[in-house]
């Protein structure tokens, strides 16, 4: 199992930027393809960004595609967010998951897939 701790978020004007971060222990971080996921009040969760092992693969939700982008250090053991021109409906919880894959150029868009969870931060975008 991997913990991890997301960052990062907080209140912006639409059209902002934000940058999450989600810091990993407990297990060796580059054996984990990591993704990032969302849930907005009253909707279920919703994938938004997913990288392989290596970082060399990368795969995002339409509604975030030009917009985000999700990088990785494995040497900090740290997957990031960045997220640009934001807008309201970005407004959620956004979470980061980690699943251990023996793929390095995999990655995994369903929520189901992945075995560890963040607590999560809250991202508010106003208008």
């Known amino acids: 199992q991997v913990q991890l701790v997301e960052s990062g978020g907080g209140l912006v004007q639409a059209g902002g930027s934000l940058r999450l971060s989600c810091a990993a222990s407990g297990r060796t971080f580059s054996n984990y393809a990591m993704g990032w996921f969302r849930q907005a009040p009253g909707k279920e969760r919703e994938f938004v960004a997913a990288?392989?092992?290596?970082?060399?693969?990368?795969y995002y939700a339409d509604s975030v595609k030009g917009r985000f982008t999700i990088s990785r250090d494995n040497a900090k053991n740290t997957v990031y967010l960045q997220m640009n021109s934001l807008k309201p409906e970005d407004t959620a919880v956004y979470y980061c998951?980690?699943?251990?894959?023996?793929?390095?150029?995999?990655?995994?868009?369903?929520?189901?897939?992945?075995?560890?969870w963040g607590q999560g931060t809250q991202v508010t975008v106003s208008s």
């Open positions: 998951a980690a699943r251990s894959t023996y793929d390095s150029l995999y990655y995994y868009s369903g929520d189901h897939e992945y075995d560890d």
């Open positions: 990288i392989s092992r290596s970082g060399s693969r990368a």
